[in-house]
Each structure stands twice: as structure tokens, then as C-alpha cells.
């Protein structure tokens, strides 16, 4: 399984490794110091910890709404917009005490203090967490009239929609107030930068000098106080349903990501900075190769770069040396590395806010680490002093910031409508180069990565265009959520030689936000060759991944009856008479499936897999298709088997839980350690082992408990952990063959009919790939990996002796069942994220209990 590594690889700097990973007094940081350990949710050699998060976390992360926060230029309000926030209850857990921190009960009554100072503060409530904890979003300005504040949003929307118009218009030069970005704590137990942002905020609202009058006369500045209050109380990374959200700017599937992404849609910062911990010296972005190819980099990298030398040079400036405090100088990736800390997937804060016209965006890693073995070993004197030298650290950091939006306010605001007007017209990217790109040193070829934006993307309509309605909707309803523009045909329409029927969705890539929805949409590109290793996933194709049909589309005329939509057409639907059958094709259908036998209605396996419903029970039928927007058809088959309410212990990843809770399973989370305490097997009727279970380190009992279980039930595993739990009860007969750990991306395969995957999407996502040899008596292959060049995207290497790679993994098992267990080597719930994939799970459930 996939080990924690160094992020970073040494240049030709000698000393370059131990400056990364090495603190004062030889304490180590985060093995691996990119904002988050460059593994799964969980590492080691069963994968980490099971997943145990409370299920009320996950039932608010999947019904949180999301609420702008720009209302219509009618109701626009002024600056300040203040409120009185109610205190939360005192917390002495809270893990920032320890550290001299200010806990997250101590921040409702700050921000009421600060509002007190003047005219200059505001609070908002963006959101909250999934443990329920407000988020709080403030905004230090200039005071604004509603009329200002209706004309500054006229400016903002200009920028974004008429890019030609805003570069012309001596408003938008002369009064647009530039956004500024700061987003705290995104990873719960790297603290500090929310307290340098209480900090600035207090400064920036006191001070009576002409730069601060004049920086918030021309620009907002946001800051996120804590954008994981859950993982700032209990010292995690994660959030309460154990998400790195720093991984999850895709999917959205968590509520603080889905209201940071909202504050990116309706700030529309100019530049923005990223505040983690912890890598020694002071890590300030842009990073190593290889670079996103979706941007617009040559403007991205202009600014990145510029405000990273203003940043290392108030870091620095700081005094703190490596001899007397075992701080050292700080570092910019792009300048002093060559490779493994790369802005390939926008899954992160930086990587992805450039997408909603950020032209400045850093992560930036105090360089004192202060949590995991830190936190439990260091005396509290050591761990204080070294949380307040990072708290100077981003305190410096951010100060440095907004003296470059100060002194390039109007170039970051021409960046910006230059982003936006490459994409509304369907300009070419310009490619980096030192011609391009003046006064950053060392771009080369290596640092090229441009794409060929299609004209526009169709998700078709009608008869047999979906594999599944629900994923179509699904995706739309995504793409709108992230600001992309989609429309409707009011017609039937030929396009790119190919006929489309009314009702499907087109998505234009002229439009402001092409870049998001190409990023999205499209393949991505197998980057194998191009670096030796990668920071995090390098494939994540929703086009491919989330179960929709979706044609690209590279014709230069684009003439379409349409419409824009703001939301997905409807697809729920009862059929009025007669004996109902829902298809299990999609997360959505077996989430509906799996209400109905909680209900207690009797239901029937479909020949096809999908599910039999009386007729009796078409009433709760419409209630369902209303909440999950799925389809139950007439039919006059009467059905196989009884489908059963499915009670799954799950040994599982975060994000497998969060899908599997998704899906409407009844869940118990497991582990080696449950189950060595006594686990009651008469609560499961399957097991779902991927994480967090070693059967080698069972007891006597406990592993005859776990066999006895699998020999009368059944096992559905995945990766290496399945196939131990599978091996140790003896019920496949295979050989488990693990692949490149390091591998990640979107692959072709093969599905065999009329098993669990028979109707599922023709490609795959795998991460740390396994896949079946040897397959004995009785063991079917439910899915292949595609013969040839199965590979669509991402990063999969075989390893130094040849073995691991995609070409030992092409035509082999890549999904195998038997009477008691169906085994994964594809990743079908990675992160939540392969939303077409998650029935495979579903039915493999359903099918060995």
C-alpha cells in the first residue's frame, strides 16, 4: 500500500531534502509536506484506520444547502454588514488550546469584537461544517453604500460576462474594489493562520494610516476564519466525516468545500493564498511541473510568481534563523524543485479557485510543525513557541499579499478580464516562456502544458442517449453548481455530424468559465511519461467517471435551438399503473431502492438486476422519485428473489463510508480493533473490507468470529485489504496482483454481461490499481482492464524491475466474484467520487448477502 513519501524531489541544492522535512531540534514534520500526506484516506500496509465518522456528519454534508452569498443586484447590501454572532459553549478539549491558539468557541466573540472597532468589518455565516459549526466568512473594507455595493457587483458581473466592455469601461479602473482572498485552516490541525487572520483583520480595522485607507478603498478582503472548524477542535486534519477537504474541490461532496467554492463564484477573488503547515523553510507557491492545462498560465504564473518573491522576502525578513530558532529561508517550488509538488488537479484550494478568474493563488506551509507527533511529544512551552512563530510567519505572508494587491491592483483586475476574455471568445491559451512570461527565471519546455478546448460538450436526451437519466442530471446540476454555463435544446439538432434530440444539454465552451467546465468534462491526458512521480490524483474525468453519456463536440459553428437552464430537467417519474420497476444503475436508484425496504416493502430482483415494486406501493414510489429524481416504469415482470434491507459492516475509507451512506446502506463501521473487542456479528449481513482490517492481527476468537461471518454471509473487498480478508477465509480462490502504488487515474475496462458491473460506465478509476490472476473453480470475471493502451488519464508507471504497470495489468481481472464474495482491484467509491461507478458496489452488496 501506498507509504507516506517527501513531496518534494532535491535539486541540485545539496541540502534541499533536509530543509523540507526536517524542524528544529530534529523533530520531523508531516512526512509528506504538500497540504496533505500524499495517500488515501489512510496509509499503511491495510490502509490506515477504518473510517468511523458519526452518520449525522454525513447526513448533513448530503443536505446542507448551499446559499449564495451576492443576492440579486436588487436586494445587494452595503458594507459593513454586521451581526451579533451567538457564543458557541466553552470548549477545554478544544486541541488549539494546547498550542496558545484561540480555540473555535473563543472566535464568535472575537468577531464581535472586531465589528465593535469601526466601520470597516463585517461577518457573514457562509455555511457550516459537518459537525454542524458555523463558517465564517469576514470582509474588511471601506464602508459601501447599497449603491456602491449594487455598483460594485455591476463591475464584478461586467468583468466576468463582457471582459471586452470591462477593459474599456474607467469605472472598472478607477473604482473597482479588487477582491483578496485568504482561506484559513482548511486542514483542522494546521492551525495558525487563523489567528494571524484575526490579527490583520484587527490591524486592518484600527489603523489610521493612508495605505490601509487606501488598500481597503480599492480592494475587499475576504478571509475564511476556519474553513474546518471540526478538524480545528478535535487536532484533525479532517473534517467530522474524515475528509481531507483539500481534496474534494471535484466533488464538492462536503459542506465546507461546497461554501468556499460559493465564495469563489461570488467574490471572484483576484488573488487568494492558501494557509497550511508544515514544511521547513517557509513553502510558497507555484510549484513544480506538471502545470494544470487548463489555466491560463502565462497570467497565473506572472502574478504567482511575483507576489511568492514579495512573500519569501517578508518571510525572511522576519529574522528567525535556523540556528536560533530552527526556522529556515523560505522556498518557492516553480524556482528551487524540480518535480512532486505539482498544480495538475484542481482538487486543491489554489489549483482550483483559477477557474472562477483568480490570477495570484498560493498554498503557502508554516514551516514549525505543531501536530501529529508533535503535539503529543513536545512540551507545550516548545509547541507555543513554535505555533507563534508560524502565526508571524502567515501573518507575513499576508501582509506581503496585500502590498502586491495594492501596488498591481490594476494588472491583477486586467489579468483577471483577460482570463475572461480569452474564454468568451475562444482565444488560444498563450504558452509560458521567457518571452511570455518576463522576470520568472527558469521556465522551460517542462512548464508548457496547454489543451485543445473542444467547441462545446452535448449530454444527450431521448431514448437509449443515457446510460442513466439520474447521472445526467446529476452532472448538469454539478456543472451549474460550479458556475458553468449549460443550456437546453427546445428542438432536435444535428451537431458534429451526429443527431441529438430536444431536451439534450449543451455546454458551450465560449463562456466565462471554460476552463471549469473543460477541467471537468474532459479526458484529462495520461502524463506517465512526463514526470517521475505525482502529488495526488491525475485523472478524475467526470465525462467519464459520474455515469453520464457525454459527446465532445469540435466543430467551430455552433447553432443550437437552446435555452439556458438553471437546473437539470426533472427525470422522476411513477409510472401510473401497474407493477413499478427501478432500474439500479445509479447511487441515486439505490439510495431510492434501499428507502423502500427500510420502509418494509417487499421488492424483487428484476432479471436485468434492477428492482420489482408493487403497485401497492406507488405512493411511496412518488415520494421517492421526487427526492431522488429517479424513474420507476411499468412492467409486467413479476420479479425473482426478495430484496432485503442490507445491514453492512464496513472496514471501509472515509470516503467509502460517506458513499455507502450515500447509497441509504445500513452501516456499523469496523476494525481491527472492533472486532477484536467482540463484535456482534448478528448485526451485519455482509462485510465491505478495504481499510483498517488485518486479520493477521486478530485473536483467536475474533478470527473465527470473522470466518465463521464470511463462510454464512458474504465479503465485498477492495484492494489489498479485501484480498488479505479474502485469502484468510478462504472464499476466492485468486491471486490479488497490486500494481504501481503510486498509480492513480481513469482506465478503460471491459464489462462482462449480466453480473455487477453489466451496465456500468466503460471506464474505471483506479489509485494503488489491483488486479486477479489465477482465477480457480467457481471465480467469474465481473470486469477486465481493457487490452492495449488502457490508461485515459492520469499517472501510472510501472515500477524500477518493470513489474506494476498499466501493460501486466491490460486484459487482466480487474473485478471478480463468487458465491460468497465480489473483490475490487478499480477504486468505485474513491473519495466519493466516481459517481458511476458506485451501483457496482451496490449490486455486489445486494447479490453476496
Keep these: 500500500m501506498r507509504l507516506p513519501r517527501p513531496a518534494l524531489i532535491a535539486t541540485a541544492v545539496a541540502t534541499a531534502a533536509a530543509t523540507l522535512l526536517l524542524a528544529p531540534d530534529g523533530a520531523l514534520a508531516d512526512p509528506a509536506p504538500r497540504p496533505g500526506a500524499p495517500v488515501r484516506e489512510g496509509s499503511g500496509p491495510f490502509g490506515g484506520g477504518a473510517a468511523r465518522a458519526p452518520e449525522d456528519a454525513a447526513v448533513r454534508a448530503l443536505t446542507a444547502p448551499v446559499t449564495g452569498l451576492t443576492p440579486g443586484a436588487g436586494a445587494v447590501r452595503g458594507y459593513p454588514r454586521e451581526q451579533v454572532l451567538a457564543p458557541d459553549p466553552r470548549n477545554p478539549a478544544d486541541r488549539s488550546v494546547k498550542l496558545g491558539l484561540t480555540p473555535y468557541h473563543a472566535i464568535a466573540p472575537k468577531l464581535n469584537a472586531l465589528q465593535r472597532l469601526g466601520d470597516r468589518v463585517s461577518v457573514e455565516v457562509a455555511g457550516r461544517s459537518a459537525g454542524g459549526h458555523r463558517l465564517y466568512l469576514v470582509t474588511v473594507t471601506a464602508p459601501e453604500s447599497a449603491r456602491q455595493a449594487r455598483a460594485q457587483e455591476r463591475m464584478r458581473e461586467l468583468i466576468e460576462n463582457a471582459p471586452a466592455a470591462a477593459a474599456k469601461d474607467p469605472a472598472v479602473r478607477r473604482d473597482y474594489k479588487a477582491p483578496v482572498f485568504f482561506n484559513n485552516n482548511i486542514h483542522g490541525n494546521e492551525w495558525e493562520g487563523t489567528d494571524a487572520s484575526l490579527k490583520l483583520i484587527e490591524k486592518l480595522a484600527t489603523a489610521g494610516d493612508g495605505s490601509t485607507a487606501g488598500l481597503l478603498a480599492h480592494h475587499r478582503v475576504y478571509f475564511n476564519i476556519t474553513a474546518n472548524p471540526d478538524g480545528r477542535i478535535a487536532g484533525t486534519r479532517e473534517n467530522a466525516n474524515g475528509f481531507d477537504l483539500n481534496r474534494d474541490f471535484v466533488t464538492a461532496s462536503q459542506p465546507e468545500v461546497r461554501a468556499m467554492r460559493q465564495i469563489a463564484i461570488d467574490k471572484q ?195 437509449g442517449a443515457q446510460r442513466s437519466a439520474p447521472a445526467a442530471a446529476r452532472l448538469v446540476d454539478h456543472l451549474l453548481a460550479n458556475d458553468v454555463r449549460v443550456r437546453r435544446a427546445t428542438a432536435a439538432f444535428r451537431l458534429g455530424g451526429k443527431a441529438y434530440a430536444k431536451g439534450s444539454y449543451v455546454v458551450d465552451l465560449r463562456q466565462p468559465k471554460r476552463g471549469m467546465a473543460n477541467v471537468l468534462l474532459a479526458d484529462g491526458r495520461d502524463i506517465s511519461g512526463k514526470v517521475s512521480v505525482m502529488y495526488d490524483i491525475s485523472g478524475w474525468s467526470l465525462g467519464r467517471l459520474w455515469g453520464a453519456t457525454v459527446d465532445t463536440v469540435r466543430t467551430s459553428r455552433l447553432s443550437v435551438p437552446d435555452r439556458p437552464v438553471h437546473a437539470a430537467a426533472a427525470v422522476g417519474y411513477v409510472a401510473p399503473r401497474g407493477t413499478l420497476r427501478l432500474r439500479l444503475d445509479d447511487a441515486r436508484e439505490v439510495a431510492a431502492l434501499n428507502s423502500l425496504l427500510a420502509d418494509g416493502v417487499p421488492v424483487r430482483r428484476a432479471a436485468d438486476g434492477g428492482a420489482i415494486v408493487p403497485a401497492s406501493a406507488r405512493g411511496r414510489a412518488a415520494v421517492l422519485a421526487r427526492t431522488y429524481d429517479v424513474a420507476f416504469d411499468a412492467t409486467k415482470e413479476t420479479g425473482g428473489a426478495p430484496l432485503r434491507r442490507v445491514r453492512v459492516a464496513a472496514a471501509v475509507t472515509p470516503g467509502e463510508l460517506f458513499a455507502l451512506r450515500e447509497m441509504n446502506f445500513d452501516v456499523v463501521p469496523v476494525s481491527t480493533a472492533v472486532l477484536e473487542a467482540g463484535f456482534d456479528w448478528s448485526r451485519a449481513d455482509v462485510l465491505f473490507a478495504s481499510s483498517g482490517l488485518d486479520p493477521a492481527r486478530l485473536g483467536t476468537a475474533a478470527r473465527s468470529a470473522l470466518k465463521a461471518f464470511l463462510g454464512r454471509a458474504g465479503l465485498v473487498g477492495r484492494g489489498t485489504t479485501g484480498a488479505a480478508v479474502n485469502a484468510a477465509a478462504g472464499l476466492l480462490a485468486v491471486d490479488a496482483v497490486e500494481g504501481n502504488p503510486d498509480a492513480n487515474g481513469v482506465v478503460r475496462v471491459v464489462n462482462s454481461p449480466g453480473g455487477v458491473a453489466a451496465g456500468a460506465p466503460e471506464h474505471g478509476f483506479v489509485y494503488a490499481p489491483v488486479w486477479f490472476t489465477g482465477l480457480g473453480a467457481g471465480v467469474r470475471a465481473e470486469q477486465s482492464y481493457a487490452s492495449g493502451d488502457l490508461l485515459v488519464s492520469g499517472h501510472w508507471r510501472a515500477l524500477e524491475d518493470g513489474s506494476g504497470g498499466p501493460a501486466q495489468a491490460a486484459g487482466r481481472a480487474s473485478v471478480v466474484s463468487g458465491p460468497h464474495a465480489v473483490l475490487f482491484g478499480t477504486e468505485p467509491l474513491f473519495r466519493d467520487h466516481p459517481k458511476g461507478e458506485f451501483a457496482q458496489v451496490a449490486r455486489a452488496l445486494l447479490t453476496v448477502s
Excluded: C
Excluded at 336 to 360: K, L, R, S
Design 269 to 463: 477573488p483576484a488573488l487568494m493564498v492558501d494557509l497550511h503547515g508544515y514544511v521547513n523553510g517557509t513553502l510558497i507557491e507555484p510549484t513544480t511541473p506538471p502545470h494544470g492545462e487548463n489555466y491560463e498560465y502565462d497570467l497565473f504564473l506572472k502574478n504567482t510568481y511575483a507576489n511568492a518573491l514579495g512573500m519569501e522576502a517578508a518571510v525572511n525578513g522576519l529574522g528567525y534563523t535556523p540556528e536560533e530558532d530552527g526556522v529556515e529561508p523560505a522556498q518557492i517550488p516553480f524556482r528551487d524543485q524540480q518535480e512532486g509538488w505539482d498544480d495538475w488537479p484542481p482538487v486543491f484550494t489554489p489549483q482550483y479557485m483559477p477557474f472562477h478568474g483568480t490570477v495570484a493563488a498560493h498554498t503557502v506551509e508554516f514551516p514549525m510543525a505543531v501536530n501529529n507527533e508533535e503535539y503529543d511529544e513536545l512540551p507545550v512551552a516548545e509547541l507555543r513557541r513554535r505555533s507563534a512563530i508560524n502565526v508571524a510567519v502567515a501573518g507575513a505572508a499576508m501582509r506581503a499579499s496585500l502590498d502586491y494587491a495594492r501596488t498591481h491592483r490594476t494588472s491583477l483586475v486586467a489579468d483577471q478580464i483577460e482570463v475572461f476574455r480569452r474564454s468568451v471568445t475562444g482565444a488560444a491559451q498563450v504558452p509560458v516562456s521567457a518571452g511570455t512570461v518576463p522576470g520568472v527565471p527558469g521556465i522551460g519546455p517542462e512548464d508548457v502544458y496547454t489543451t485543445d478546448f473542444p467547441r462545446a460538450y452535448v449530454i444527450p436526451a431521448g431514448a
